[in-house]
């Protein structure tokens, strides 16, 4: 994978930082997308850089808003060059019963989980299927393959990745590129640790209770899967040895989905 261009979107913390640096340590140049503190933000590019001696950028377009979503490509393209790699990461969540979800939460949730890889893929497409060759690899979720109550703009978003994986990978696998999905179970990362804050006080229960009752009953492992555990597998799904699989949806998930 050496020299391969990679945009990873999402990728201040948590899957998509551990994939940014597995892709790098792999020998990808990368642009680094999402929020965050500016000057940790920097470190953190400067250090995945010094370790493997790649080219890492960042750029903090809002993949809210589809005009961000297609200047993050263009100016990936403009300091790195053509995008070999886009991995849509990307994702917010919000938590509420449906009788009471908020419409703007509804449309932020659809626009940074799903519509966003619509952007980002179309503007990624052309120059990869000039080159013949292109990796996309969509971070969906379990919630891509079963349900889960008060989060249905997430499971309604997720599943829409899956479908939007599987028609990406018809029409492109005749120009050498694959696109898939990744289905992560439960992962220790902001967007999980605000759940469980949130739960504990809605609950009352203490936080390391609401993890066990909450988000690991449904793993069989019983233990949380970790982001380099993910980061492994969307690295595998990027590289020349998965040229043959494409429109899978590949749970990491220490067996959620087998229920
Ligand atoms: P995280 O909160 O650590 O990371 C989310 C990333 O998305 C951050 O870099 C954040 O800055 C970025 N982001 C949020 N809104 C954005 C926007 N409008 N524009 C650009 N970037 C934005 O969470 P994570 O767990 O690493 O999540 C990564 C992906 O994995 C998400 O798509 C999430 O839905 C999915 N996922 C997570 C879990 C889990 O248990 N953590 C499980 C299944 C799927």
Avoid at 88 to 101: D, M, P, R, T, Y
Avoid at 165 to 180: D, L, M, Q, R, S
């Amino acid at each position: 994978m050496r020299d391969r261009n990679a945009v990873v979107t999402g990728s201040t913390s948590g899957i998509g930082l551990a994939t940014a640096r597995e892709l790098a340590s792999r020998g990808c140049n990368v642009m680094i997308n999402g929020f965050g503190d500016r000057a940790e933000i920097d470190r953190t590019c400067a250090e995945i850089a010094a370790r493997s001696g790649t080219r890492i950028v960042y750029s903090d377009a809002d993949l809210n808003q589809p005009e961000e979503a297609r200047a993050l490509m263009a100016a990936a393209a403009g300091a790195l060059g053509p995008i070999d790699i886009l991995v849509n990461n990307a994702g917010v969540q919000h938590v509420a019963a449906l009788h009471e979800f908020p419409e703007d939460k509804w449309d932020l949730l659809l626009a940074v989980n799903l519509s966003a890889a619509f952007h980002t893929i179309k503007a990624a497409l052309p120059s990869m299927m000039e080159r013949r060759w292109g990796r996309i690899v969509n971070t969906a979720s379990v919630l891509g393959m079963v349900g889960a109550p008060h989060k249905p703009a997430y499971v309604a978003a997720k599943h829409g990745v899956i479908g939007l994986t599987k028609a990406v990978a018809i029409e492109a696998a005749p120009h050498g590129i694959t696109c898939n999905a990744v289905c992560p179970g439960t992962v220790l990362t902001p967007i999980i640790e605000k759940q469980i804050a949130q739960q504990a006080q809605v609950t009352g229960l203490p936080e390391d209770q609401v993890l066990q009752a909450v988000f690991l009953q449904k793993m069989p492992t019983g233990r949380l899967v970790s982001p380099d555990e993910v980061a492994a597998a969307i690295a595998f799904l990027c590289s020349d040895a998965a040229a043959s699989i494409t429109g899978t949806a590949l749970p990491v998930d220490g067996g959620y989905t087998t229920h």
